[in-house]
């Protein structure tokens, strides 16, 4: 029925996101799919973002926790992960370490490719939403500029910011892995909280020190924000 | 309650990432959160690949569309998505152009970047499946290696290849947006199929040629492979 139609080879989000393309001019659109550049004129023959989301019963967006190594972001957000799950949500957690395993594997740790690390983990927490689930984030991220360059790629209630305060001096106790100690060294470097800065935020949805609050309580102020 | 317990701050999803880890050691860690890369003793307390499935009543997978420019990749992949959303299945379509603006954004049109292009579509569709849902990719992917990386990403049940077998010529007469013409006129290089080269799949899973076969019966094979 789609076959010989190119009216209806459409759909709204192909064409919200083609509405934020720059143009089709010249070599920088060589090879692309121009078929899936289409018109606006077919939106309800093909499945949206607000069609996947109501499927799922619930607002799709993206919960950040940001936060030093050691504060809990993992921990936390493992927690609300299970949380949400129990009350039927549907989620996915990112956790930076598992991307620069895989997509981000061929980034380093230094300021500019920490920023593009981010930058993709904000893309593909985007396409999540799109998706129509609630995407939970735990990346160090430490610089300000990067977080906001992601809260601006979605809608202004799809991003949760969540901070996480736990005191240098705790995460460095805690030092699961003995990396605090490696930076201390010298053995290691460019480490957050040692010799690489970490920019609090400014106006966090929800801020969490790991070593004062139990982390059931932390959850439930998450979710709070979301429902 | 996971607070201040070390065993208690793991989950089966990130214990199968971290085990894909080549190691801790030296610079390439520094600043990572490592309380992430944990040991695989507290299975039971979080959100599984598994769990997210059987959430969604699907098993998930990647229909993987390859093929030339105009040969009906994205219009099928709409029908496709369509169908399976009416069939109460939980999916996301993932466009290469879309991608092309966000993620990929930094990406040109040379076969490396076409490669690296791929490889990034690649992990996200990743992601998506450890997400429990059916993810459909639309995508030129001229190059065999590059198709087969992706492959071997996933599981062997995971990953449905259909080659849209469309002849050259039916494509360029399409040319919904000129860019054959283009092509032919030397004002675009590295177009597929004129002169860029198209690495035919050895043994798709699904093979369709959209000038012979209405959209609605490509979709029933489609999906005959995957339920």
Not at 42 to 66: N, Y
Request: with cysteine; charged share 30%; proline share 2%.
């Amino acid at each position: 029925m789609f076959q010989n139609d190119k009216k209806s080879s459409t759909f709204r989000t192909i064409t919200e996101r083609t509405s934020a393309s720059s143009g089709c001019g010249g070599k920088e659109v060589a090879g692309t799919d121009m078929n899936a550049a289409v018109t606006s004129d077919a939106k309800d023959t093909a499945v949206s973002k607000d069609d996947r989301a109501q499927q799922k019963q619930q607002k799709p967006c993206i919960i950040w926790f940001t936060g030093l190594s050691g504060s809990g972001k993992t921990t936390t957000a493992i927690a609300l992960e299970k949380r949400l799950n129990a009350m039927g949500k549907h989620t996915y957690l990112i956790d930076g370490d598992h991307l620069r395993q895989g997509l981000n594997s061929d980034l380093s740790f230094t300021d500019e490719d920490r920023t593009e690390n981010i930058r993709r983990v904000g893309e593909v927490a985007k396409l999540f939403v799109d998706a129509g689930l609630i995407v939970i984030v735990a990346l160090i991220s430490p610089f300000k500029a990067d977080r906001l360059a992601v809260r601006n790629l979605v809608k202004k209630d799809e991003f949760i910011e969540v901070y996480m305060n736990t005191p240098l001096e705790v995460c460095e106790q805690r030092d699961v892995k003995g990396l605090y100690k490696k930076a201390r060294a010298g053995e290691i470097q460019n480490f957050t909280g040692v010799d690489s800065r970490y920019e609090k935020p400014e106006q966090p949805d929800v801020v969490i020190d790991s070593s004062t609050a139990m982390t059931a309580e932390t959850v439930d102020r998450v979710i709070s924000t979301i429902v």
